[in-house]
C-alpha cells in the first residue's frame, strides 16, 4: 500500500457542469480542482422545461473533461501528474445516451448533431413519463417481479423508460441506434480508448439501480419481457450486457491517445463508473443506517447496510436496493428528491423575471450598468430570502407548499405529480413564500426516513453533503428540526469528486478495500446541526399537514388521468 507520491483524479459530472479534482492518495488533501459549466446545456439548448425535456450533448461531457483535467494539472504541476496513479469517475443518472456499435453517442455522428433523441437524456428528463407507466403495469403479468429491487416502481428518470420513448419517437435514432449506454459507463470508456460497445464495463450501481440487473434473474430480465413490452426493444437486450462491476474495480488503463491530450503516464488507472451520489456517500465517509443526503440540484439520499441484516427485506417505493453500489459487500439503498436546489432556483428564477426581461431593455441605465445589476441582485436573491425568512414566526396557518416542482421521487416515484402552494393571504411576502418551499423539501426529506423506518430498516442519523449543506444553515437546522434528528456536516465541498478519487484509489491498488480509502482519504465532519426541541412540535403538526395535501393532490390527480388518460403522456 505505497501511498507516497502518489495521487489520484476524482472527476463529478453534475446537471450543470463538471467537478475535477487532484488527491493526494495518502490523506485526501486536495492539490488542484477545477469546474466547466456545460455552454451547450448553460443557453438551454435541446432542452424544452414546458414538455420536461432536458438533454445534453456529448461534447460538453468531452470538452469539460479535457478542459477540467489539464486544468488541474496546471495547477499541481509536471511533478504531481507523473505520479498519478488512477482516474474514477461519478455522474448524474439514469442518464443515458443511444450509441453505435463502437459505442460512439449518435450526435456525434454526421446527421444527429442537432438531434437531442441522440444527446444524453438527463435524469431529469420526464418526456418518458407514458413508458414508465407502461413498463408498470407490464410487469405485473409476469410471475417474477422484475421491479422488486428498484422499490417495485419504475420511473421515468430511468434508463428503460428513456430508452422506449427515443425509439418510438425517433426513427433515424431507431434505425441507427445500437446500444444504450449509461454516462457513468460511458466516460470510462472513452477515458481507455473503447471502441466496441459490447466490451465496455458497466457499472452494478447503474446496472441495479436503474436497468433492472439482478443475480437473482441471471442479470437482465428476458428478451420476452421487453419484445412483449413493445416490439421495438425486441433482441435489445443482447446488445447490452451480462456482468457488471464495483466501482473499486478497473475499467482498464488510458488510451494513448488521452494520456497525450491530458498530459498523463500511460499506466493510469482508470476505474468502472457509478452515479454521483453514490460515490459522493463514500467521500462523505458514509456509516452502516445513517443516510447521506446529497443535497443539489435534487437528493439523493443513500443508505449502507450488512447485507446478512437486512436479509430479504424489501423497501417498497425507494430507487432500488443493490448489494455492491454504494461499498462493495454492503447493500446499498437509494432514495430522494427530484427537486431539492431547483425548487429554491424555480423562485428565484420567479422573482428574477422583471429584472431580466424589464430591465433588460431599460433605456435609462446603461447596458454595462444593467449586466453588473442584474449579477449583483442575482447573487443576493437567496441571502436576503433566507435572511428575512428565518426572521419569520411559524405557526399552523403559515403558508404551505408540497415540494413535488419536478415530480416525486420517492417515495414511489411518480413524475405526474405537480407542486402546491397554500395558505396564501395579502401579507404573504417573497420571504414567506420561500420559508414554505424550504419547508417543503425538509418535509420531502422527512416522507422518505419515514418509509425505511416503516420498513424496517432503521434510520440512525443524518449526513449531510453538498453545497446545500454547507452553505445553508437556514436550510440544515430547519432539516434538523423536521426530522427531530441531528445532521452531521460533511467538511468536503467536493464530496462526490472526492468519493470519485477514493475509488480510483482502491482501482488502483494504493488501498485493498474502499473502506480503508475513506478512512484515510476522508476529511471528517466540520459541523453539526442539532434539532430545537420547541419547533419539533409545529414541524411535526405541519408535517401532517403536508401529507394531507399532498394525498389530495395525489387523488387529483389520479382522478384526472382516469377521466382523460391522454394527461398521462404529458
Known sequence: MATKNAYVVGVDYGSDSVRTIIVDAGNGTEVAASVFYYPRWKNELYCN?????????????????????????????????????????????????????????????????????????????????QEAAAINAHAEKFDINYLQFVGGIYSSEW???????????????????????????????????????????????????????????????????FATLDPLLDGFVTRLFKETYTSDKAAGTISADWAQRLGLPRDVVIGIGAFDCHMGAVGGQIEPYYLSKVMGTSTCDMLVAPMDEVGDKLVQGICGQVPGSIIPGMLGMEAGQSAFGDAYAWFKNILSWPLKNLLSKSTTVHADVVEQLLKEIDDAIIPGLTKAAAALPLTAESEYVVDWFNGRRTPDANQLLTASIGGLAMGTDAPAMFRAIVEATCFGAKAIVERFVQQDIPVKGLIGLGGVARKSPFIMQMMADVMNMPIRIHRSEQTCALGAAMFAATAAGIYPAVEEAMQAMGQGFDMQFDPNPAMINMYQERYEQYKTYGSFIEQQTNKMIAAAPALATT
Open 159 to 225: 434508463f428503460w423508460a428513456k430508452l422506449l420513448h427515443v425509439l418510438r419517437e425517433d426513427e433515424a435514432v431507431r434505425n441507427s441506434i445500437y446500444s444504450f449506454v449509461e454516462h457513468c459507463d460511458w466516460i470510462p470508456f472513452v477515458l481507455t480508448g473503447g471502441t466496441d460497445v459490447q466490451q465496455m464495463k458497466r457499472g452494478v450501481c447503474a446496472a441495479g439501480h436503474k436497468v433492472l440487473w439482478a443475480k437473482e434473474w441471471g442479470g437482465l430480465p428476458p428478451n420476452d419481457f
Open 49 to 129: 422545461a414546458t414538455q420536461n425535456q432536458f438533454r445534453q450533448h456529448p461534447l460538453d461531457y468531452i470538452e469539460g473533461l479535457e478542459k477540467t483535467i489539464k486544468d488541474c494539472i496546471a495547477i499541481a504541476g509536471p511533478e504531481v501528474a507523473s505520479a498519478i496513479r488512477a482516474i474514477s469517475v461519478d455522474t448524474t443518472g439514469s442518464t443515458p445516451v443511444a450509441v453505435d456499435k463502437t459505442g460512439t453517442p449518435l450526435a456525434l455522428l454526421p446527421g444527429f448533431e442537432e438531434n437531442p433523441n441522440a444527446m444524453f437524456v438527463l435524469w431529469k428528463d420526464h418526456t418518458s413519463v
